[in-house]
């Protein structure tokens, strides 16, 4: 059909006179020339067509006529159209990417300040997404965020543009905002949708987000200002515990420059050696023995004096800076540890914080058995502080590093426990040897009960698993002996002792040594058991197993008094039922010959005539019933010593 005819038939109606005119200019000059067409096939569908004219000369050069070539090159166009658009959207999702939303973002601004409207940016982060991309798989992962898109989208007017700018992390651009109220409705809904479960790989999880908000006002000089500052409330809504939105503030920036400037104090910091290592004594909770020191960084800076870790850690770990000065904490805290030694002032491992950034490093511990080599430092002498949110980034890793370093010796505590969102089933896998129960438990032990209820459980617990129990930030004796209560087995705190630089440790430690030797000298607890059955007698001792007294037992009164002549007994319990001489009447002996002890009797039945008696002759102090309750009588026991103890106090004095 084409045979014959000139080729501009396939131009269709619209020209396309730019290509035209380059092709009638390359005639006039005789030249060659190359366009691209826009030419409709007989269905009237578009091709491009790639057309090369040349002239054809004669002999005498003078241009006869020309030759023309034509190429159908519609798939390179469309490839070269997908390329183009790939260079602004999102492969994944197939939003418009960062450099997309910067110039929707310029437009809706120049816009916007014509027509006196306002722009506003939500900034859109998924919670914990790293958690489940690295513990279900990088497909999981895309399919969480392929399915979020298309949440969101539902929402969205036409105008508005959602783009992903970063791994979980979305932009949502509403150009034409007249009501700022609206915002956190959409925030809301978009928090909504996003909240309803999802099943991934046959397990159904909940996802939440965090959303930051900001709005163009006039001061605004780069647009991209916007997403900063949406960004920046974002972070505040995490830090509020997510799953909620936040509006940008002003004091936000502030916060962002004071971050900056104090990063380039902290370089000045490692460079000049600013830090000084404090030390913070660790106690058993029966005994108050010391059994730790933990190690803990003190920044006292030229001009404004102690900057709080709270306040420059954060700022060293996202700067990498952390690395640097946590590697100078562990060799100052290993060298301290050895000089405590080697003057015998302690014998008791020191607790060093580790920033997860430090412990992810592939050479972290070749690098920590150096300094111990270095510092000279057994490895049974150091213990490792980590915080849950570091154990629950790359789970199977942390549990393997774990073990090689319980394998070398150290021992490993989790800090903050209960803030962060450790299960109990994990835990079980985790190789550590101490819990610490936040500061934030703690604090209101003695009046809140479900922060003491949280205490209780994490400690049953932990003793279900072997792990033993340290309260941090014990400030007073009421929490200190609700805590005991609860089979707490150390303490950390103020009630105890503060962070002390080195030599104030020194100095407390000579003191403290000499103090507790004299208690110990003077107060073994001894306790003698006193029933005609032998199984009472061994359950009452698995359930004392824990407790720091030495037991002894015996089946009849005769033994019994044999026992208190050979030792120091400060409380007896003593059965009532007993074949040859009954509780009451044993313990009124021992009260003429041993007026000091502290006497309990173990009744099953309530002759309660006769231990009335004997408890109005002051022959026994108190009767407890058979069958017991294993917590009360062991509280009832320590009550007796300590009862023990303030007697001996008051006839010292
Ligand atoms: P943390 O590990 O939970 O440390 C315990 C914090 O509680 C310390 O605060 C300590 O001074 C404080 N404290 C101890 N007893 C009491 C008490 O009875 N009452 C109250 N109110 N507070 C008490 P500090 O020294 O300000 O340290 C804060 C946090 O900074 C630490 O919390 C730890 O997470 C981090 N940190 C400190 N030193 C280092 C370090 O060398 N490396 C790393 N990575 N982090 C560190
Ligand atoms: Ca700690
Ligand atoms: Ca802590």
Not at 317 to 340: K, S
Not at 457 to 486: P, Y
Request: hydrophobic share 40%; charged share 25%; aromatic share 8%.
């Amino acid at each position: 059909e084409a045979q014959g005819r000139n080729c501009r038939f396939l131009q269709g109606q619209q020209r396309d006179g730019l290509a035209v005119k380059q092709m009638r200019d390359a005639i006039t000059l005789r030249q060659e020339c190359s366009v691209v067409l826009k030419n409709y096939r007989k269905d009237n569908s578009l091709f491009w067509n790639n057309l090369f004219l040349a002239p054809v000369p004669d002999e005498r050069g003078d241009i006869t006529h020309y030759i023309g070539i034509q190429t159908d090159i519609t798939a390179q166009k469309r490839y070269e159209q997908e390329l183009a658009h790939n260079a602004s959207h999102d492969l994944l999702t197939g939003l418009p990417n960062r450099s997309l939303l910067r110039d929707r973002l310029s437009q809706s601004c120049n816009i916007s300040q014509r027509y006196a409207q306002k722009v506003a940016v939500l900034f859109i982060d998924l919670d914990g997404f790293k958690l489940i991309n690295d513990s279900m798989g990088h497909l999981s992962g895309d399919e969480v965020l392929k399915l979020v898109t298309s949440r969101i989208v539902a929402l969205i007017r036409p105008g508005d543009t959602l783009s992903r700018i970063g791994g979980d992390e979305f932009v949502l651009l509403v150009p034409d905002v007249q009501d700022d109220e609206l915002l956190p409705q959409l925030a809301g809904r978009i928090l909504t949708t996003i909240a309803e479960p999802v099943t991934l790989q046959g397990q159904e999880i909940q996802l939440t987000a965090s959303i930051g908000i900001s709005v163009s006002g006039s001061e605004l000089t780069e647009p991209m200002q916007l997403v900063q500052q949406a960004d920046l409330a974002m972070c505040r809504a995490k830090q509020l515990g997510r799953n909620t939105y936040q509006w940008y503030k002003a004091e936000m920036d502030q916060l962002l420059s004071k971050q900056l400037s104090l990063k380039s104090m902290l370089r000045k910091a490692i460079d000049q050696q600013e830090f000084e290592l404090y030390y913070q004594p660790q106690v058993d909770a029966v005994t108050n023995e010391l059994v730790g020191l933990e190690a803990l960084l003190r920044w006292p800076h030229p001009e404004q004096g102690f900057i709080s870790p709270e306040e420059f850690i954060p700022v060293a770990e996202d700067t990498g800076m952390i690395v640097e000065i946590g590697q100078w904490v562990l060799e100052q805290a290993c060298a301290f540890n050895y000089q405590l030694q080697q003057q015998q002032l302690a014998s008791v491992p020191v607790a060093v914080n580790l920033s997860s950034m430090q412990f992810q490093r592939s050479e972290f511990i070749e690098q920590l058995q150096q300094t111990l080599t270095v510092q000279r430092l057994a490895a049974r002498y150091l213990q490792l502080e980590l915080t849950e949110s570091l154990l629950l980034e790359n789970i199977e890793y942390v549990i393997e590093k774990l073990h090689r370093l319980k394998q070398l010796g150290i021992s490993i505590a989790i800090d903050d426990f209960g803030t962060g969102y450790s299960s109990l089933s994990y835990l079980k896998r985790l190789p550590i040897d101490k819990l610490k129960i936040d500061r934030d438990f703690v604090r209101d032990i003695v009046t809140d009960k479900r922060d003491a209820a949280i205490c209780r459980a994490i400690i049953a617990m932990a003793h279900q698993l072997d792990v033993k129990v340290v309260a941090e930030g014990v400030e007073n004796d009421a929490q200190a002996a609700l805590l005991g209560k609860s089979l707490c087995d150390e303490f950390q705190g103020y009630h105890f002792a503060k962070p002390m630089s080195a030599a104030d440790t020194e100095q407390f430690l000579r003191y403290y040594a000499a103090k507790q030797q004299h208690r110990q000298a003077g107060s073994q607890q001894t306790l003698l058991l006193v029933d005609d059955e032998d199984n009472i007698l061994h359950a009452l001792k698995r359930l004392l197993r824990k407790e720091p007294y030495t037991v002894l037992t015996c089946t009849s009164a005769k033994q019994a008094f044999e026992l208190l002549a050979l030792h120091d007994v400060q409380v007896i319990v003593s059965d009532q039922r007993m074949p040859q001489m009954n509780g009451t009447e044993f313990l009124r002996q021992v009260k003429d010959m041993y007026p000091e002890t502290i006497r309990l009797v173990l009744s099953g039945y309530t002759d309660l005539r006769s231990v009335t008696e004997a408890i109005n002759q002051g022959a026994i102090y108190k009767f407890l019933t058979k069958p017991w309750q294993d917590n009360e009588l062991r509280e009832e026991i320590r009550a007796a010593f300590k009862r023990y103890a303030g007697q001996t106090q008051q006839t010292d004095r």
